[in-house]
Every structure is written in structure tokens, then in C-alpha cells.
């Protein structure tokens, strides 16, 4: 990793965030824009969850006894019942162990 | 206590419930940044000049798979591209305010800023200094997030890598997107991206599954609200 290309990714998110507040004198982005933007995390994150999850180190499909994917349902769980970040990345982590050092 | 300085408290109180989930965060990322050899300095140094929790970890997820430069970049744009909304959003309050104002404002956008600053604004419009209340609430963030990453950088010498924490950033994003579970076309959304990302980890080329997940999930969701306002 270089110093430059954190400088460079600092200037991008910089500018995501300066640009609109720069540029505009009012909200222009329509309710369909603003609707399609909302989805930008539920389109990304994703994207970032699933691989290590189910990917092993050497990047083929593992779907048989994956202490992970079973980690990561229960978590959703709790996430879905609690709507508590905190206790959603407790339960993910906590069962992740139990499965690992104890089952 | 004069009006600069109330609001100015306003939005470090409004704020502060948010930050307790920030804090694991934050030292999640500083133990990950030391755990991949970035050091101490690089470390805090993102975290200073980026200050930007879930594109920091995605930098260093793409750094760990041996992605190439331009792909973290891109990757680290499009995961902000969330950002131009917000700042849409906010522009209709603080058009009127001086250039530096803007430029200081924009360095602390951040989601939970946003989100209490946001409705603070729709509350109080009158409020000639409402942009002190994005101030108090900004820096409220970067003082955590500055704080759980040095900790991280700390822990992250002594935390054995045994404990699987690199699993936790998948939990971490998964706990962000809580509020998308209940709403099924999200749900979809989030599906199609996962999906792409995992077939495409391999066969994408130069680690660009996150832009090729995120596009393929966007053009779902565009399609979505589409047919949404079509049967209106």
C-alpha cells in the first residue's frame, strides 16, 4: 500500500461529499434518483460480505460444513428480531467461536 | 450559553447514541490495518485522511486480495457514491452559507452525521446557526472514529489472528444493512450483489467484482422502482 493512493481515495470521498453541497443551491435529484441512491448500500455491501463468506482461502465454493455461512445466519437473525448492530456482529462473532474452538 | 454554542452541543448529544456501534468498528478496522502490515501511521493515516469506515475496510479487503491500484480506487468511489445523495440532500440548507463553511462541513459528512443533522434541519429551519449542529455532530464522529482506530492499532499487535477477525467485516457490513431485511425488493437488491460478487470473485478480472456487483444490483433496483412508479 502506498501513501499515494490513500491520498487518492481521500480526494475521491472528498469529493462525493463536497460536490452536490458545492454545486447546488437546492435538492435537485428527483424522488426516482433519490430512490435508486437508497438501494446503494443494499447494492454494495453485499458485494463485500458474501465472498469471504463463502469462498475458501483458495477461492472455490465451500458450502459443506462452513462454520461461516451457519455464523453469519444466525446473525442475520439476531439482526432481523433485535435491529441492533451491536448484538448482530456479537452474535455472528460469538457463534463463529463456539463453532471453531468448541464443536 | 448562545445559540452557536447550544446547537453546537445539540448535534454532539443527537449524535452520540449512533457512536456506540461505530467504536467496534473503528477498532475492527485499525486491528485489520495492522494485521495486513500497513503500520501504525498508515493505519491512522487513512482513517484521518479518509475518514471513511466502510471504504477504508473495502481498501483494505481489495489490498489483501492483491487488487491493483485503480480497482481500490474505483472500488473506494463507488462505495461513497452514497455520499452525493446526502450531500444533495443538505445542499437546500446550506447553499447560503460561505465557501469555507462548505468545504469544512463536507470533510465530516458522514452517515450518522447525515442522518441526525439531516432531520435536525427539516426541524429547525429557522435557525440562522442549524449549520453548527453538522459541526458538533461531524467532529463527534471523527473524534470516535480517530479514537477506536488507535485503539485498533494497539490491540492489533496482540490480537493471535486465530479469531478469524477478518470474518467480522463481513459481520460488520451485514449489521449495517439490519434495516434492509424487512423490505423484500432490498432484500432482492442484496441478493443479486452477493451472488455476482461470489461467482465473479474468480472470473472477474482484476478484482473488480465490487463495481461489476454493485452495477449489476443498481441496474436491479433502478428496474425496481421503475416498475414501482409505473404501477402508480
Redesign the interface.
Same mark, same amino acid.
Not at chain 2, 49 to 52: K, L, N, Q, T
Not at chain 2, 78 to 90: E, F, K, M, P, T
Not at chain 2, 166 to 182: E, G, K
Not at chain 2, 189 to 198: C, K, P, Q, Y
Given at each position: 500500500m502506498h501513501w499515494s493512493l490513500i491520498i487518492y481515495c481521500g480526494v475521491i470521498t472528498y469529493l462525493t461529499r463536497f460536490s452536490m453541497i458545492f454545486l447546488l443551491k437546492k435538492d435537485i435529484f428527483n424522488n426516482k434518483t433519490k430512490k435508486i441512491l437508497s438501494y446503494v448500500p443494499a447494492a454494495i455491501f453485499p458485494a463485500i460480505i458474501f465472498p469471504p463468506i463463502f469462498l475458501d482461502n483458495s477461492g472455490s465454493l465451500d458450502l459443506e460444513n462452513n462454520p461461516k455461512i451457519i455464523a453469519a445466519i444466525f446473525a442475520i437473525i439476531v439482526g432481523y428480531l433485535s435491529k441492533n448492530v451491536i448484538a448482530t456482529i456479537f452474535a455472528g462473532l460469538t457463534s463463529y467461536w463456539f463453532l471453531i474452538f468448541v464443536v | 450559553m448562545n445559540n452557536k454554542l447550544k446547537t453546537l452541543f445539540k448535534g454532539v448529544t443527537d449524535v452520540s447514541p449512533l457512536m456506540? *456501534?461505530v467504536f *467496534?468498528f473503528g477498532i475492527i478496522y485499525g486491528v485489520i490495518g495492522m494485521e495486513l502490515g500497513?503500520g501504525a501511521y498508515?493505519t491512522l $493515516?487513512?482513517s484521518i485522511?479518509?475518514?471513511?469506515g466502510? +471504504?477504508q !475496510? %473495502? =481498501?483494505l479487503?481489495l489490498?489483501s486480495g492483491g487488487a491493483s491500484?485503480l480497482v481500490?480506487?474505483s472500488s473506494?468511489?463507488?462505495?461513497?457514491?452514497?455520499?452525493?445523495? /446526502? $450531500?444533495?440532500?443538505?445542499?437546500?440548507h #446550506? +447553499?447560503t452559507l460561505r465557501?469555507t463553511w462548505?468545504?469544512i @462541513?463536507? /470533510?465530516v @459528512?458522514v452517515d450518522q452525521a447525515f442522518a441526525v443533522s439531516n432531520t435536525y434541519f427539516k426541524n429547525n429551519e429557522n435557525n440562522e446557526n442549524k449549520h453548527y449542529h453538522l459541526l458538533g455532530a461531524g467532529f463527534t464522529c471523527w473524534v470516535i472514529w480517530q479514537i477506536s482506530t488507535i485503539i485498533g492499532i494497539v490491540l492489533g499487535s496482540v490480537v493471535p489472528e486465530e =479469531?478469524?477477525l477478518?470474518? &467480522? !467485516? +463481513?459481520?460488520?457490513?451485514?449489521?449495517? =444493512? !439490519?434495516?434492509?431485511?424487512?423490505k423484500f425488493k432490498?432484500i432482492i437488491?442484496? #441478493?443479486? +450483489? $452477493? !451472488? %455476482?460478487? &461470489?461467482i465473479g /470473485?474468480?472470473i472477474i478480472p482484476f478484482k473488480a /467484482?465490487?463495481i461489476v456487483?454493485?452495477l449489476s444490483? #443498481?441496474t436491479v433496483? &433502478?428496474l425496481l422502482?421503475?416498475t414501482e412508479?409505473k404501477k402508480k
Open positions: - | 456506540i *456501534p *467496534p500497513l498508515m $493515516g487513512a485522511i479518509m475518514f471513511a466502510a +471504504s !475496510i %473495502v =481498501l479487503q489490498f491500484s481500490m480506487f473506494v468511489g463507488a462505495v461513497n457514491s452514497r455520499h452525493l445523495l /446526502y $450531500g444533495a440532500v443538505l445542499s437546500e #446550506l +447553499s465557501l462548505k468545504i @462541513l463536507s /470533510y @459528512l =479469531l478469524g477478518s470474518f &467480522t !467485516i +463481513s459481520l460488520t457490513f451485514l449489521a449495517l =444493512l !439490519i434495516n434492509d431485511f424487512r432490498n437488491v442484496m #441478493l443479486v +450483489s $452477493g !451472488i %455476482v460478487a &461470489t /470473485y474468480n /467484482y465490487i456487483s454493485a444490483a #443498481l433496483a &433502478t422502482t421503475l412508479i
